[in-house]
């Protein structure tokens, strides 16, 4: 597979006219420069490092019952973490051994995950609404020792195939005595703290082993060490540079897949405060409250936020829906002098300072008002839905990345950003356009081979590079634009490639359409 010779190879790195495509000998020696790590090297060390700064600082928040939200304290946070890696320990859980978690979004998976990392364990993330048949295959082909649930019912949905082998199961609900002598209540684990070994883990140990989603067969394991968890984290705050200790991260997506974790990652680095959403179906409902800085969702989210709040105009007077559509007309506009086509006139500058105080501001206002930007990413999102936002000075910036690589291969930044695309290449990332189209990509996020899968092809060419199995270009200022999945793109007879995402994206703003195939 050969390389396309004008493709930006990262972050800033402008390339014009032709280059030549490296060698297998100097691709090699790519690979090998090490980066410089701006924080602890492990996910236990880079905890204690926050703790040690600011013990008393809020970590986070959760929801009990009526009481609203309660506040978790560093100090307070490490010594649960603490509490539960000791009572791991004691149950003979060490180094290398597999934790799978398996519960939904909270402070609770979070204390799971530190304390079995501080142990040197490799944490497992289970989605808990998987199916019973994934679950049982990433339990039992990851090796698991122990799990963590919500309730026993999670342990009988899985017909205890899996469980029989497991040394522990910690289950949140007060259920546990229906299981055998393995089933433990989790508040058992929240006693003594025993001293612990400060030398794990190193910083090349392996931290998750994650699990494709399986759709077009089984699903692949994908390890990743602790190292590379952190270059994940220090990558995504040099792009999202304008996070603070005073910001709110509001935590709602799935723990189970990477980005959330990692974005929580991002919070212990700058001190932010994470607020822990359990039920997705809530997060509206306490955003406004929450008032984050920025807000991290998959494209359908902001679909339906677009399609309600087109709704909304919809039902005012015409008077008023005339005055709200010239608003938004007033913001593309400026929106568009900003990202560099003809400059904004001082008519156009007071117009927008007018609409978007009496006007644009109030639609920010649904996401709590102190909205910076939106990220999102998994899927393509809807021109319209797009353009919306950035019209009412919200930008939705879109991301690209894949399960194979921790890092996002590409990201748009704040003040850097283009419509459409899913940005340009993140800095440790190397990014190739093949002769066919296909981007490529290399760097030290990029995984080493699927788990369990010695000496099989896992998309690697001879230079390293990883096949994404995307269709993409590159436009003349290095941003990547997608144009679909090479095993879903569509081949006419005139020879044209259709990319059937972009179909189904249009048809999904047919309001009475929710899904398409």
């Not at 495509?21 to 490092?49: H, M, N, R």
């Not at 929106?335 to 001082?346: I, V, W, Y």
């Amino acid at each position: 597979m050969s390389t396309s010779p004008s493709t930006p190879r990262s972050r800033g790195e402008q390339l014009t006219g032709t280059r030549e495509v490296c060698s297998l000998g100097e691709a090699q020696q790519a690979t090998t420069v090490v980066t410089e790590l701006k924080y602890p090297g492990t996910i236990p060390d880079f905890l204690a490092w926050r703790v040690a700064r600011a013990p008393e600082a809020i970590a986070c928040y959760h929801r009990e019952g009526a009481s609203g939200w309660l506040a978790t304290t560093w100090s307070a946070y490490a010594r649960a973490v603490q509490q539960i890696a000791s009572f791991l320990r004691r149950r003979g859980l060490g180094q290398g051994d597999r934790v799978g978690i398996m519960i939904p979004t909270g402070r609770e998976w979070e204390y799971a995950e530190k304390a079995a990392l501080s142990l040197g364990c490799v944490v497992v993330g289970i989605e808990p609404h998987a199916t019973s048949q994934h679950k049982r295959y990433v339990i039992r082909e990851s090796g698991a020792k122990a799990l963590v649930v919500s309730s026993y019912d999670d342990l009988a949905a899985l017909d205890n195939g899996p469980v029989d082998s497991l040394k522990l199961v910690l289950s949140l609900e007060d259920a546990a005595a229906q299981g055998g002598d393995n089933v433990v209540h989790w508040s058992a684990a929240l006693g003594e703290v025993d001293d612990l070994d400060e030398h794990l883990p190193r910083d090349s140990d392996p931290a998750t082993l994650i699990y494709t989603s399986g759709t077009t067969g089984d699903p692949k394991g994908i390890l990743y060490t602790h190292r590379q968890c952190m270059l994940a984290c220090q990558s995504l705050l040099e792009v999202y540079d304008n996070f603070g200790a005073d910001d709110n991260v509001i935590c709602w997506m799935p723990l189970a897949s990477l980005f959330q974790r990692i974005m929580n990652l991002c919070a212990i680095g700058t001190g932010s405060q994470v607020y822990f959403i359990a039920d997705p179906q809530a997060v509206m409902e306490s955003v406004a409250e929450i008032k984050p800085a920025v807000f991290i969702g998959v494209p359908r989210f902001y679909e339906k936020l677009h399609s309600g709040i087109l709704e909304r105009i919809a039902g005012m007077s015409p008077p008023m829906r005339r005055l709200v559509t010239m608003a938004l007309d007033i913001g593309r506009r400026q929106a568009a002098a900003t990202n560099g086509e003809p400059s904004s006139t001082q008519a156009q500058s007071l117009a927008y300072r007018i609409a978007d105080r009496l006007i644009l501001s109030r639609f920010r206002g649904v996401m709590g008002g102190n909205i910076q930007y939106l990220i999102s990413g998994s899927a393509p999102c809807p021109s319209a839905v797009l353009e919306f936002f950035e019209a009412i000075g919200m930008p939705l910036l879109e991301a690209y990345g894949m399960s194979e690589n921790i890092i996002p291969v590409t990201a748009n930044a704040p003040g850097d950003y283009r419509l459409g695309s899913v940005g340009k290449p993140m800095r440790l990332n190397d990014v190739l356009i093949a002769d066919d189209g296909e981007v490529l990509v290399r760097g030290e996020g990029v995984f080493s081979g699927y788990y369990g899968e010695n000496g099989a092809d896992s998309g690697f060419n001879a230079e390293g590079f990883f096949a994404s199995g995307d269709y993409g270009h590159f436009d003349d200022e290095g941003y990547l634009f997608l144009q679909g999945r090479k095993n879903e793109i569509v081949k006419t007879s005139t020879g044209r490639r259709i990319a059937l995402n972009r179909v189904e994206a249009r048809l999904k703003q047919v309001p009475l359409i929710d899904q398409v195939v």
